[in-house]
């Protein structure tokens, strides 16, 4: 079947830290991988995304890399800021319009 | 880009009573809208799929007389919780599928709506 795992939170990092933010994913075929990010008390909003192997998806600084061959999209970012606190979820696109989403990483960033 | 929006964003109810939440997506027409649960852990959870113009599907475990959805126009969908309870307490989240060219699409979410039973 289908499933999302991303690694448990919280993750805490100092301004302007590196951040890693791990997700692998079980699917058949070759789903479309996004990062959604949840802001408090928001609904989620899209990230970025990547339609197939080797594409690499960014925005605002994130970038996520499809890995086929370790059915992986982890998400990074060089420079954490303190408005990247957030909850980040990871999630696969299946059967057209159907998505999986991981757990979410909840991430705190402090000043 | 598109936008859902969700309504209302907080309600409080007594035990025993009904609620619903609405779904619309303002810029675009939405065949096809979901709902999640989202619990404490952050983790978020499918609960149906809503299809204007048939009956929604629901996921395993879901229960469809308790989560009464509705798909009655394009833009709008709504998730009635009936005879609430305590446990139904959650942050629930609506989200509307935009179709682009072939296959290819993106989901769009609401704000959320978080429901406390009291």
């Known amino acids: 079947g289908n499933s999302v795992t991303q690694m448990e939170g919280p993750v805490t990092l100092s301004e302007e830290a590196f951040l890693t933010i791990n997700c692998t994913y079980t699917?058949?075929?070759?789903?479309?991988l996004f990062w959604y990010v949840q802001y408090p008390g928001e609904g989620l909003q899209l990230l970025l995304k990547a339609t197939k192997a080797d594409d690499k998806g960014s925005n605002k600084g994130f970038e996520a890399t499809y890995r086929k061959e370790t059915t992986s999209f982890h998400l990074e970012k060089g420079s954490v800021q303190v408005s990247d606190s957030a909850v980040y979820f990871c999630a696969l696109r299946y059967n057209f319009n159907k998505f999986y989403f991981g757990s979410g990483t909840k991430l705190n960033v402090k000043p | 880009g598109a936008v859902v929006s969700q309504h209302p964003s907080r309600v409080i109810c007594k035990s025993g009573t009904s609620v619903k939440i609405e779904c619309r997506s303002l810029?675009?027409?939405?065949?096809?809208m979901f709902w999640y649960r989202q619990f404490p852990k952050q983790s978020l959870m499918l609960m149906a799929t809503?299809?204007?113009?048939?009956?929604?599907?629901?996921e395993q475990g879901v229960e469809k007389d308790k989560f009464l959805i509705n798909h009655a126009s394009l833009t709008l969908s709504t998730l009635t919780v009936t005879s609430a309870h305590p446990e139904d307490s959650s942050f629930y989240i609506c989200?509307?599928?935009?179709?682009?060219?072939?296959?290819?699409?993106?989901?769009?979410f609401g704000e959320g709506s978080r429901l406390t039973v009291l």
């Open positions: 699917a058949t075929g070759y789903p479309s």
């Open positions: 809503s299809n204007e113009g048939s009956k929604a599907t629901y």
């Open positions: 989200s509307a599928f935009l179709r682009l060219t072939g296959d290819t699409g993106e989901l769009f």
């Open positions: 810029d675009f027409q939405a065949t096809t």
